[in-house]
């Protein structure tokens, strides 16, 4: 694909996240847009972010369990970035800051290592990271009606929303991620619960994912980065007046109100 293409839906992308207004598919718009070009178009939205004053502050995993492949349709991982301003530190959220949002629990991990790949496993993963916390992930997609390919998905920064953390907790092996239990509730109902081992085995083996897939392009994860490595359970919509709570044994319990 030519640059005029991927700035023209860097561009349609930027605009309706700007509006609120979400887009045809890219796959549709744009004749031969694969997962690389996605890549591409995702990148620079990034820089378009950076140079407007955002800080990268880590990096989100999605697509890690069968029910979220098989909610999209897809059928390998995807990734995408975290700048500061997505980070939601406030019991209460505008609904009106997002297009389409849906929840999801998972566990974030701090590194104070850096993990550079080819190579790098779980055991590196745990090696290096310096604290967990429970998250809430408002993934958001500005594809109208979440009718997406996987690389529209990409394209949209692996349609990421914003998140929520909970408090750290230093990481020790007796946290037992793979063993641990997510439940994601809705205004104190239970939508769903799941356990770590759907997050392609073990959270820590999809952070292990990303390593390895950012080494083809040269980059890291660095130390004081967090990531967020995808979702124990399938997501669900949220509404305005809706409380969304995502609670994980051993990390506790992380809440926001959509206003």
Not at 32 to 61: C, E, F, P, S
Not at 87 to 109: G, Q
Not at 167 to 190: C, D, F, I, R, S
Not at 202 to 221: H, I, K, Q, R, S
Request: aromatic share 6%; proline share 4%; net charge negative.
């Amino acid at each position: 694909m030519t640059s005029d293409v991927i700035t023209a839906a860097a561009d349609k992308l930027w605009a309706a996240q700007r509006d609120r207004v979400p887009i045809a598919p890219l796959t549709q718009l744009y004749r031969g847009v694969d997962v690389g070009t996605a890549y591409g178009v995702q990148q620079a939205n990034l820089q378009r972010r950076l140079q407007l004053g955002a800080t990268l502050i880590g990096h989100k995993i999605g697509l890690t369990s069968a029910s979220m492949q098989q909610l999209l349709g897809v059928n390998e991982p995807d990734y995408g970035f975290i700048v500061d301003d997505m980070v939601i530190s406030t019991p209460t959220v505008d609904i009106k800051w997002f297009c389409a949002p849906r929840v999801e629990p998972e566990v974030a991990f701090l590194l104070h290592k850096a993990l550079r790949g080819p190579g790098v496993s779980a055991a590196d993963v745990r090696k290096s990271t310096e604290a967990v916390a429970v998250a809430l992930e408002i993934v958001d997609s500005r594809i109208a009606d979440w009718k997406l390919t996987l690389a529209d998905t990409v394209a949209d920064n692996a349609s990421s929303g914003a998140i929520v953390l909970g408090e750290w907790a230093p990481y020790t092996e007796a946290l037992a991620l793979p063993q641990a239990t997510a439940t994601l509730t809705l205004n104190g109902n239970v939508i769903e619960s799941g356990t770590g081992d759907a997050v392609m085995g073990d959270p820590a083996a999809a952070v292990a994912w990303l390593a390895n897939a950012l080494a083809e392009f040269g980059t890291e994860l660095s130390p004081g980065q967090l990531v967020m490595s995808g979702s124990f359970t399938s997501a669900a919509f949220v509404h305005a007046g809706d409380i969304a709570t995502a609670t994980i044994s051993g990390l506790g319990t992380v809440s926001l109100r959509f206003t």
